[in-house]
Antibody, heavy 121, light 107 residues
Framework: QVQLVQSGAEVKKPGASVKISCKAS????????LHWVRQAPGQGLEWMGL????????TYAQKFQGRITVTRDTSTSTMFLDLSSLRSEDTAVYYC??????????????WGQGTTVTVSS | DIQLTQSPSFLSASVGDRVTITCRAS??????LAWYQQKPLKAPRLLIY???TLQSGVPSRFSGSESGTEFTLTISNLQPEDFATYYC?????????FGQGTKVDIK
């Protein structure tokens, strides 16, 4: 079945970097864009960025420019999120999500289980 | 960035009720709007895309509509499993943005 499986929880100190992964299975990895969305404790959803796994082209939210890098490894069907200069406000659950197009309409139809990142001194 | 304003932020309802959640966009988004349901400690689940198209497998008691820049999610005959938080999302232009969420609680 189609699924996205994310790496485990991380605890980092302020100023550090974190790299989390999202492994896709059950479909052709290069055929669907993949996105990152995060959710701080008790808060709403925040879109961070995306990658086209076929071309390696990325688009990031302005808020994260300079701190975010999204990459992929087509040999393992895995996407990665690298977030640097971590601060306490980056404490959140990070989700990856696949975007499908149905009749040209985009939809986030498959989500990973989430990875908790805690930034604390 | 396109802002999405959801209302209400919180509502209490009973099983069997009809519930309506509104999402207002700060500018036109060409029907590029989705609705998600999220339960505690779970990833969001897509309910509706293109403002009114029901995702496969979603019960027909969920429906979406639009009028200009105002979008509505309606749950008719609320079921126990529907108590959750609901988010709208615009997919018209980057950065894709979400509404702040509406928590539907048991009265």
């Amino acid at each position: 079945q189609v699924q996205l499986v994310q790496s485990g929880a991380e605890v980092k100190k302020p100023g550090a970097s974190v790299k989390i992964s999202c492994k896709a299975s059950g479909y052709t990895f290069t055929s669907y864009y993949l996105h990152w969305v995060r959710q701080a404790p008790g808060q709403g959803l925040e879109w961070m960025g995306l990658i086209n796994p076929s071309t390696d082209r990325t688009t990031y939210a302005q808020k994260f420019q300079g701190r975010i890098t999204v990459t992929r490894d087509t040999s393992t069907s895995t996407m990665f999120l690298d977030l640097s200069s971590l601060r306490s406000e980056d404490t959140a659950v990070y989700y990856c999500a696949r975007v499908s197009y149905y009749d040209f309409w985009p939809l986030m139809d498959v989500w990973g289980q989430g990875t908790t990142v805690t930034v604390s001194s | 960035d396109i802002q999405l304003t959801q209302s209400p932020s919180f509502l209490s309802a009973s099983v069997g009720d009809r519930v309506t959640i509104t999402c207002r966009a700060s500018q036109g988004i060409n029907s590029y709007l989705a609705w998600y349901q999220q339960k505690p400690l779970k990833a969001p689940r897509l309910l509706i895309y293109a403002a009114s198209t029901l995702q496969s497998g979603v019960p027909s008691r969920f429906s979406g509509s639009e009028s200009g820049t105002e979008f509505t999610l309606t749950i008719s005959n609320l079921q126990p499993e529907d108590f959750a938080t609901y988010y709208c999302q615009q997919l018209d232009s980057y950065p894709w943005t979400f509404g702040q969420g509406t928590k539907v609680d048991i009265k």
